[in-house]
């Protein structure tokens, strides 16, 4: 269990007591929520690759900065999956709901900055509306990261996004889970796929779940556990620096 006293500047929320809560807000009063999803992610990676991306990401970056690190929203805003068996989505009202609350929670306990962390695309918009609404409400200042400077990062990728800044399961997506969790990778699966560009995806409620025969937007044929553990921690320093100017500008 991460305790106050071997980890002065971020804790394990959901192992820590409340005492050590307490204790750790009252020094920090910053938090780092995980917002993953649990969906389809092609043939080849689990239905929590979000979560446990997000997971990982968040620890990687409480270690080098500050934050009370909360338990993981597993299931997210995921309307565009809805048709693949065992793809889970909350409504956009629950899921703004559900963030709003959290919010309010940790304002009552002290928390005065929230790092959203995300790496679930389809959570964006929905984040930014909660932020909109949360900010009129409460003293708390909230930041929403999803791989800041990905396009950046991903430079020496070997594949192009299917859209820009719009992917899934993709060379960078499988090749981060076969740095963090190569077991739950069925690598005899992967496959290249760009479904064709659609105006009605694009300008109607069409879902790209519509567009897809494997569920693969890209090339995880080309993933590499090297590529992973690289991307892994440039998108980590990534989020490092945006969080640590946002603490410093408003906190």
């Known amino acids: 269990m991460a305790h106050p006293s071997d980890h002065p500047r971020w804790l394990d929320a959901a192992t820590a007591t409340w005492l050590d809560c307490r204790e750790f807000l009252a020094r920090h009063p910053y938090a780092i929520l995980p917002l993953g999803a649990t ?16 997971e990982g990401l968040a620890a990687r970056v409480a270690e080098q900065t500050t934050g009370l690190v909360l338990p993981a929203l597993p299931i997210g805003y995921s309307w565009v999956w809805r048709d693949y068996p065992g793809s889970l989505t909350l409504s956009l009202n629950t899921f703004l709901a559900v963030i709003k609350d959290i919010a309010r929670s940790l304002h009552r306990n002290g928390c005065r900055a929230l790092l959203l962390l995300s790496a679930h695309g389809a959570n964006q918009q929905p ?17 929403n990261a999803f791989y800041p400077n990905l396009r950046d990062i991903l430079s020496d990728a070997e594949s192009p996004m299917w ?3 719009n992917f899934h399961a993709d060379e960078f997506e499988t090749s981060l889970m076969l740095y963090l969790r190569p077991e739950l990778v069925r690598i005899d699966r ?11 995806y694009e300008m109607s409620s069409l879902p790209m779940g519509a567009l897809s025969q494997s569920g693969v937007f890209g090339d995880a044929t080309v993933a590499t556990a090297a590529k992973g553990e690289r991307w892994f921690h440039a998108c980590v ?15």
């Open 190 to 200: 992967v496959v290249r796929e760009y479904p064709p560009r659609s105006m009605d």
């Open 163 to 165: 859209m820009p800044m």
């Open 127 to 143: 984040l930014k509306y909660a932020m909109r609404d949360l900010s009129d409400e409460l003293a708390l200042n909230i930041l």
């Open 237 to 251: 320093a990534s989020i490092v620096k945006v969080w640590q100017e946002f603490l410093e500008h408003h906190c």
């Open 39 to 54: 969906e389809q992610h092609g043939p080849h990676l689990p239905q929590n690759t979000d979560t446990i991306l997000a």
